[in-house]
């Protein structure tokens, strides 16, 4: 291993040749590696026309970021939480409570999952965003962030720190209830700018995570449902049939 700073401990260390960007267990869960393990990469367009799928040895990963410490202790700790509160295994001790409910005004339904821990789940997902903010790959140009606030969200992750709720927010939803939706879908995180700040939205296997990328973020009573919450709270928003599929062609703007 190449000796360097650590982009998390900022200490001068052997450094890893590969770090993920984003958790490799997305791409297991959505089924994306094939019997060689290899992962089907999918362009949404060249799909649709042929149904060509190219295979890619492993998911995305930068070079020299990360020391085995921080990716293991730190980034593996909170991938290993994330996992257990998306797809589920966590002990009968942590276990999630969740209720459904369904608006009758515009056919979403959604579900609220309590005891989920707020530091460990935040923090999964904020480091989902740091790490991509601090790529050099290609695939997350968009994710463009201040140098101030990559460092108050390293720092965050570092230190443990999640900080208050209204702090780079995030709203989750899903379409993985929709069989006609392909949920092995991994794509480039789109950056887009709101009347309530800078959005930053992943999908990731069935899942939309939208950041907004405002620290102390003001306007939180319309969130509030949807984002991790102080008291071990969190919703995910679902998308009624058929209209996932056209948030994945606009995402991914094929369709207007």
Same mark, same amino acid.
């Given at each position: 291993?190449?000796n360097?700073?650590?982009?998390?401990?900022l200490?001068e260390?052997p450094?890893?040749k590969?770090s993920?960007?984003i958790?490799d267990?997305f791409?297991v869960q959505a089924?994306m /590696?094939?019997? &060689?393990?290899?992962?089907?990469?999918i362009?949404v367009?060249?799909?649709?026309e042929?149904?060509?799928i190219?295979? +890619?040895?492993t998911?995305v990963?930068?070079?020299?970021i990360?020391?085995?410490?921080c990716?293991?202790?730190i980034i593996g &700790?909170?991938?290993? /939480?994330?996992?257990?509160?998306?797809f589920?295994?966590l &002990?009968?001790d942590?276990?999630?409570r969740?209720e459904?409910f369904?608006?009758p005004n515009d056919?979403?339904s959604?579900s609220?999952?309590?005891n989920v821990n707020?530091k460990?789940?935040?923090?999964?997902?904020?480091s989902? =965003?740091w790490? %991509?903010a601090i790529?050099k790959?290609?695939?997350?140009k968009?994710v463009?962030i &201040?140098?101030n $606030?990559i460092?108050? =969200?390293r720092?965050?992750?570092y230190?443990? %720190?999640?900080?208050k709720?209204?702090d780079f927010?995030i709203?989750t939803?899903?379409?993985?209830? $929709?069989?006609?939706?392909?949920?092995?879908?991994?794509?480039q995180?789109?950056? %887009? +700018?709101?009347d309530?700040?800078?959005?930053?939205?992943?999908l990731?296997a069935?899942f939309v995570?939208?950041?907004?990328v405002q620290?102390d973020?003001?306007d939180?009573?319309?969130?509030?449902?949807?984002?991790?919450t102080?008291?071990?709270?969190f919703g995910?928003m679902?998308f009624?049939?058929g209209q996932?599929w056209e948030?994945?062609?606009?995402?991914?703007?094929?369709k207007?």
């Amino acid at each position: 291993m190449k000796n360097g700073k650590c982009k998390l401990c900022l200490q001068e260390k052997p450094l890893l040749k590969k770090s993920h960007i984003i958790p490799d267990f997305f791409y297991v869960q959505a089924g994306m /590696y094939n019997e &060689s393990h290899r992962i089907h990469k999918i362009e949404v367009r060249e799909f649709l026309e042929s149904k060509h799928i190219s295979y +890619v040895p492993t998911g995305v990963y930068d070079k020299e970021i990360l020391c085995p410490e921080c990716d293991n202790n730190i980034i593996g &700790s909170l991938e290993t /939480y994330g996992r257990k509160v998306l797809f589920g295994g966590l &002990s009968k001790d942590a276990e999630i409570r969740c209720e459904n409910f369904r608006n009758p005004n515009d056919g979403f339904s959604y579900s609220i999952f309590e005891n989920v821990n707020y530091k460990k789940f935040k923090l999964f997902l904020l480091s989902i =965003l740091w790490r %991509s903010a601090i790529s050099k790959n290609e695939l997350f140009k968009d994710v463009e962030i &201040s140098e101030n $606030d990559i460092e108050v =969200l390293r720092r965050m992750i570092y230190e443990w %720190s999640p900080g208050k709720f209204n702090d780079f927010p995030i709203i989750t939803m899903t379409y993985i209830k $929709d069989e006609k939706i392909p949920a092995d879908f991994i794509g480039q995180p789109i950056k %887009s +700018v709101a009347d309530k700040g800078v959005l930053i939205t992943f999908l990731l296997a069935g899942f939309v995570f939208i950041f907004n990328v405002q620290n102390d973020f003001k306007d939180i009573e319309q969130i509030e449902p949807f984002a991790p919450t102080p008291d071990n709270k969190f919703g995910i928003m679902h998308f009624p049939k058929g209209q996932g599929w056209e948030f994945i062609l606009k995402y991914t703007k094929i369709k207007k």
